[in-house]
């Protein structure tokens, strides 16, 4: 089973608006973070926002907005205020307990920011 | 904050030869590391777990006599592509983590190598 699911292959925005990028995961760790990472076509992986499966509070960070909904076990990305330098791969990674340190990567989405 | 520098960042090699990735942490000793493997237009998988002064531990699949994995210091893992052919052309990426971040500190990630075996 996979345990991170990222359903948007890819997906357009207007300039300025903002967008929501899907994840899922599926875990029975109880202690787990998660995190967001922007892939620009140079490759270097950009860390975004993480999230604690015990934190009570949403992550932000600037622009990035983490909806942490841990019933549904997911972790949506939102980018408010899309700008061209968007446009990128976004990967969704989940980092369980008692693995490590290691990370566990979804599927990507592809941004397209539109001018 | 903290970074972790690959090198070199693009390599061809001919069929049948071995090449070595360098993963270096800059400003912080990493006892452990992490490969990833990522082919075009897909997702990062882990190949392997590179532990300081010790074996590396490798996801199921990846072939260690094939891929190399040597962390010799506190501040260097390298990954050797022996034998390479084709198939191997991938761009290999390392990552670490700062151990006094604690559990909820980032991951760093090199800047990535795409090697070609022609």
């Known amino acids: 089973a996979q345990k991170i699911t990222q359903t948007q292959p890819g997906m357009f925005v207007q300039e300025k608006e903002a967008v929501t990028l899907d994840c899922t995961y599926d875990?029975?760790?109880?202690?787990?973070?998660l995190f967001w990472y922007k892939q620009p076509s140079s490759g270097e992986m950009i860390f975004l926002i993480y999230?604690?499966?015990?934190?009570?509070q949403n992550a932000t960070e600037g622009r990035y907005s983490l909806n942490f909904q841990k019933a549904r076990k997911s972790a949506n990305l939102v980018i408010s205020a899309s700008q061209l330098g968007d446009s990128a791969m976004y990967f969704c990674a989940m980092r369980e307990g008692a693995a490590g340190n290691k990370l566990t990567f979804g599927g990507g989405t592809r941004v397209l920011v539109k001018p | 904050g903290a970074v972790v520098s690959q090198h070199p960042s693009r390599v061809i090699c001919k069929s049948g030869t071995s090449v070595k990735i360098e993963c270096r942490s800059l400003d912080f000793q990493a006892t452990t590391m992490f490969w990833y493997r990522q082919f075009p237009k897909k997702s990062l998988m882990l190949m392997a777990t590179s532990n300081e002064g010790s074996k590396a531990t490798y996801e199921q699949g990846v072939e260690k006599d094939k891929f190399l994995i040597n962390h010799a210091s506190l501040t260097l893992s390298t990954l050797t592509v022996t034998s390479a052919h084709p198939e191997d052309s991938s761009f290999y990426i390392c990552s670490a983590r700062d151990p006094g971040d604690g559990f909820t500190g980032e991951l760093f990630f090199g800047e990535g190598s795409r090697l070609t075996v022609l």
């Open positions: 999230q604690g499966s015990y934190d009570q």
């Open positions: 875990t029975s760790d109880p202690s787990y973070g």
